[in-house]
């Protein structure tokens, strides 16, 4: 379904030869010894090797060996051997051996140096790359190859020596199991978990199993989920319901935080990207999100932002850095995504990168890679957006220890960025890969994410309803959050912390809601989970507007206050026939004469800006200053104090 590697089987690396001793009439590797016994046995091991016959083509290329010691292109067939084969060991043997016979051999000497970083042999291959360097015979581009390996390995030694702590703990029975599972997603409460499972349909024998995720006719791939019990445990795991699941292969998805809609990969021939949306309940009959995200090439592994607003996946495409590439999408509030852009070569590669997990705080990336120096055949890494938000800076392994010699192939980071979800296959796994949870270094952590949970309903039926729900950057008075609700009135909102939010919920009929979410200086780990009542239009009925600032025995609007008024501005335009009163509320702080003069130059300042700004008539405005005659709460604690200071909008006709 998901072309993350190739086949290793019938590739064959005959080098070009740069020194043969004696015996060979050319550089040709097809070349005739002088001894026609090696010459024979030589083309008959070639015969066996295009065959597949791999027991047949080692006897007769250890025939050919023996006759002519120095041939090389017979070690290249018993090493092909062992390659195709997976022993690598064998396979050092024959250079080492081949070395002892003619030790000057660039090719032989760039085998060995590719084993060593491929076992992770660190400082020998950086002894055989620099040989190769020093060597007269090498052609100038393999000595700027061999350079750059030698940098690699410098790189990955070093990394080595700072070996991180690495504790995966299996998920369990009722999520993984015998088959292979992968590509975990999570609502961002954590209380939801997908992922992608590849069932074997028919038998296979254990030699027919590869490692990673290359898949086989005898596979299907299906999207499953599982929910937490009130212990915290995962529930059994089951296919997700409805239209998503088929006979062709499904998987590699991502999950809005909220929940509320699924992008996945579909693969019938070419692999594209399909959306579902979940409406009260059930999932909507996937559709293809079509151009310009999709392509004639193929798309997989997406990834969506917490604001639901970029999409992140790997794709080939032409003009790209390497054969896979991460691309970004930009929606619009009509789910029309923008031509994607390529995150340019401080992400991709020549070679490869899959598997983009952009974490809630929408700044840091996780992705795996083999053409950043790794470890193994692929690598986790990780970048982070720069202060100015228009660029990312280079990748960054994740480490040795979390990374290493096996495939590693993404990671998912859970909200407060303390928690990685990893899928491998090791010692503890029921049965190829499965998934695990483990601690992420502190360096490698995204910025913690909070989030906001709960219903909207009717303050007078107590029903759910649906609404309209905002959530305002205060500083910026960016909209971060805009979408509506579906009839349960459930919200789930993923909100990065470090800024101060306004929360605004609104539906036709009703007052809205004016809440305040204080994160500029949060430091712990508890979410906001708070149910909200919409009261009816009627005559009487008021509303606390929190997100309304002035400075401290002032009143002066203070900038962060603008959000919220534009939302009084867009009421009353909504609402022609209605007419408010602004009332100005202190604590008992200073005499009350002062206050009930204070309260209301800040009524009359908050009048002002609705009718200069928001040009609302006069006529359908009243201002009122209460001092701290109607405190809401007791005035002998400053959180009561703060709730005392207020500004409400009160329905007068």
């Known amino acids: 379904m998901i072309r993350l590697s190739i086949s290793l089987a019938f590739i064959f690396c005959f080098l070009s030869l740069i020194h043969i001793s004696g015996q060979v009439k050319s550089n040709d590797p097809n070349a005739k010894v002088l001894n026609p016994k090696a010459n024979e046995a030589y083309i008959k091991a070639r015969r066996m090797l295009t065959l597949g016959r791999y027991d047949e083509a080692l006897k007769y290329a250890e025939l050919a060996m023996a006759a002519a010691p120095d041939f090389l292109p017979a070690y290249q067939v018993a090493s092909s051997v062992y390659s195709n084969t997976k022993r690598p060991a064998e396979e050092r043997k024959i250079y080492e051996a081949y070395r002892k016979v003619v030790p000057e051999n660039i090719d032989v000497v760039i085998n060995l140096a590719k084993l060593d970083m491929d076992e992770g042999k660190y400082q020998a291959a950086i002894d055989n790359y620099t040989f190769i360097i020093n060597s007269p015979a090498t052609p100038a581009n393999i000595k700027t190859l061999a350079s750059d390996r030698v940098r690699r390995a410098q790189l990955l030694l070093k990394l080595e020596n700072k070996k991180v702590d690495f504790n995966p703990v299996n998920l369990g029975a009722n999520i993984n199991s015998r088959f292979d599972e992968y590509y975990p997603t999570f609502t961002v409460d954590g209380q939801t978990i997908y992922f992608t499972r590849r069932k074997v349909t028919k038998a296979i024998n254990d030699d027919e199993r590869e490692s990673g995720l290359h898949l086989r006719q005898s596979d299907n791939e299906d999207i499953l989920y599982s929910t937490k019990d009130s212990s915290g445990k995962w529930r059994f795991a089951q296919d997700v319901p409805d239209n998503i699941n088929t006979s062709n292969n499904e998987g590699a998805m991502c999950i809005s935080p909220d929940g509320s809609f699924m992008i996945f990969t579909r693969c019938s021939g070419d692999c594209d990207l399909y959306i579902s949306q979940n409406i ?80 809630p705080d929408n700044k840091t990336l996780y992705f795996s890679s083999d053409g950043w120096p790794g470890f193994g055949k692929r690598d986790i890494f990780y970048s982070r957006k720069n202060s100015a938000g228009t660029a990312w800076d280079t990748a960054q392994n994740l480490g040795y220890g979390i990374n290493g010699p096996r495939e590693d192939l993404g990671l998912v980071a859970e909200r407060t960025g303390r928690n990685g979800y990893i899928f491998v296959d090791n010692e503890k796994s029921f049965g190829g890969l499965d998934i695990f949870e483990f601690e992420l270094p502190e360096y490698a952590r995204a910025q913690e994410v909070n989030y906001l949970k709960g219903v909207i309903y009717d303050e007078v039926t107590k029903k759910p309803i649906s609404g309209s729900f905002q959530l305002i950057d205060l500083s910026t008075g960016k909209v971060f959050i805009n979408k509506t609700t579906e009839e349960d009135g459930k919200f789930l909102i993923a909100i990065p912390v470090g800024r101060d939010y306004l929360v605004n919920v609104a539906k036709k009929g009703y007052l809205f809601y004016s ?31 929190r997100n309304i600032f002035f400075k401290t025995d002032d009143f002066a609007l203070r900038d962060e206050s603008f959000a919220e008024l534009g939302k009084v501005i867009e009421f009353l335009k909504d609402n022609p026939t209605v007419r408010i009163e602004i009332g100005g509320h202190t604590d008992n702080t200073g005499t009350a004469l002062h206050n009930k003069e204070l309260s209301l130059k800040r009524a009359k300042s908050v009048y002002d800006y609705l009718i200069k700004q928001g040009k609302i008539p006069g006529l359908r405005l009243r201002f009122a200053g209460y001092g701290d005659s109607k405190p809401m709460a007791e005035n002998n604690t400053p959180e009561g104090k703060a709730m005392n200071r207020r500004t409400e909008m009160l329905i007068i006709k």
């Open 280 to 359: 009260n309940g059930h999932w909507s009959r996937p559709k293809n999100l079509g151009e310009p995200v999709n392509s004639r090439f193929y798309e997989t592994n997406p990834s969506i932002s917490a604001d639901g607003m970029d999409l992140y996946f790997a794709a080939a495409r032409p003009n790209g850095y390497g054969n896979t590439d991460i691309y970004v999408s930009h929606r619009d509030e009509n789910f029309v995504w923008s031509e994607p852009k390529n995150l340019g070569p401080e992400i991709n590669t020549s070679k490869g990168e899959w598997s983009p997990f952009i974490h």
């Open 515 to 545: 809440g305040n979410i204080p994160l500029s200086n949060y430091t712990g780990v508890k979410p906001y989970e708070k149910d909200i009542p919409l009261q009816p239009i009627e005559i009487g009925k008021s509303i606390t507007l």
